[in-house]
């Protein structure tokens, strides 16, 4: 849960639509740890565009997060 987690909080929702270049620029800016740095150079380096956070996540193979309670 760490890194999806750590790639919320680093990833507002004005990043968003967002390529594999520009989520990594926003990272870089953001100092994300290396792990999630590494994690996120794994993304297809194509024309996909992500909308949120959670399509991120599931294309990087993180497991659904819990939710807000």
Do not use: C, I, K, W
């Amino acid at each position: 849960m760490h890194l999806r987690t750590e790639l919320a909080r680093r990833l507002r929702g004005d990043v968003f639509p967002a390529d594999r270049d520009h989520v990594l620029d926003h990272l870089r800016a953001q100092a994300a740890p290396d792990d999630v740095m590494n994690l996120a150079r794994s993304l297809p380096d194509d024309d996909r565009r992500y909308t949120n956070v959670q399509e991120l996540a599931a294309e990087l193979g993180l497991p659904p997060g819990r939710g807000r309670t």
